[in-house]
């Protein structure tokens, strides 16, 4: 269709019309595909990507002695920005000749601090009665499982402990 002057105004291929229908279409799916991906991208990537480990110095080795579990506190340092966030933490540290092994402070049970009885060698809940040896193992009470062991590595004279890193 033409108007007086001669300029076509109306579709007068179908096929262009098809085509530019098609178009917007598809750019429309596009632009679609790229929002919610991005906005899907960021509500999922956190639980995607799992958390950071880091090591943490527990210090020098010569702290902890042969064959008696140790408790020792620990700095945790988180920078956000110009923040920077300390959170300490305890662990139980056992010397075995040259092995360390290093325990989470929580009861296996439901998470209560627990003690060292150096007298009766082992590690006792106040919570509700669990028992562990001086290996992690269960031996008495509730827990439903050995006290939970953390990884180590020695490095420079010093102990340091693989923690998640603080959120
Ligand atoms: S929390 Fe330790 S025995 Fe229950």
């Known amino acids: 269709m033409k108007d007086p002057k001669g300029i076509s105004s109306g ?14 279409a598809g750019m429309g799916g596009f632009i679609g595909f790229i929002l919610g991906g991005s906005g ?6 956190p639980a995607l990507r799992g958390k950071k480990k880091e090591w ?12 008696q579990p140790v408790k020792a506190d620990y700095l945790q340092r988180k920078r956000d920005g110009w923040e920077v966030i300390d959170s300490s933490g305890v662990v139980w540290v056992l010397k075995e000749k040259e092995n360390y092994v290093v325990f989470d402070s929580h009861c296996s049970h439901l998470g209560c601090p627990y003690n060292w009885d150096s007298a009766k060698e082992q590690f006792v809940c106040p919570c509700h009665g669990g028992i562990f040896g001086k290996d992690g193992r269960v031996v008495a009470g509730p827990p439903p499982r050995p006290l939970d062991r953390i990884p180590v590595k020695t490095e420079n004279g010093s102990l340091f ?3 998640e890193e603080k959120a």
């Open 161 to 163: 402990i693989m923690l």
């Open 56 to 67: 943490v110095d527990l210090g020098p080795l010569h702290n902890f002695k042969e064959g």
């Open 11 to 24: 579709p007068e291929n179908p096929q262009r019309r098809t085509f530019l229908i098609a178009l917007i």
């Open 40 to 45: 899907l991208y960021y509500f999922l990537s």
